[in-house]
């Protein structure tokens, strides 16, 4: 056997922990994917996604700007505000939205492999690793938004979207949300991912990951223009 054939052996039967995977999808992502290709684990990656999810979900429901909106919502209704109904409805809608929140990857990864399967025959599983592990990049930039929103007391956002006022452009702030840096960083990883993990050429992990972007945008716009 060659040195090149060897090499290429044992790249790709490389075995990396969860640890590693995790280092490596900031500094070599195709690296960690290739060592996934063939069945990856998915109960760790999993548990350290929804804690991050049910994070921001905190972040997001416990802030300052939360707490008036509820507030604002139950003087609208006429109901009695009152600070024990305000802990008592944040509390109901940080677990509801985090059951939820922990839920969704499995949607969001099913409907890529919908994409994936005119493809590829590799299974789900493999999407889903591959989904959650890029992901964990947007639950970061999440994160940060809502420890930078309570610092600054002001929504914060690592898009153009910060920017732009929604009352007066609502539709350019709907679409500048989606330019978010960790959100693209995270799409990149997603294309390698699908590439190396389902052995997808360059136009093929191109469409599976572009394909939703152009439904965001147009579902963005939609909306944007019924609801402003």
Known sequence: MSELNLNELQEETETLSLGQKLMMIFTDPARAFKSMKGNPKILGIYLITAALIIITIFLNTYGPMAKEQMIQQLQTTGQVVTEQTINTLLLVSTIFGGIIGALIPFLIAFIYHIIVMFMSKTGYKKTLAVYLFAGIISQIGAILSGIL???????????????????????IYSLLSIVNIFTIWSMIVLYIGFKETHEMKSKEASIVVGVPVVFLIIVTMVTSSLLF
């Open 149 to 171: 929103t309570r610092i600054t007391g002001t929504a914060f956002s690592f898009s153009p979207a910060m920017f732009i006022d929604q009352t007066t452009s609502p539709m």
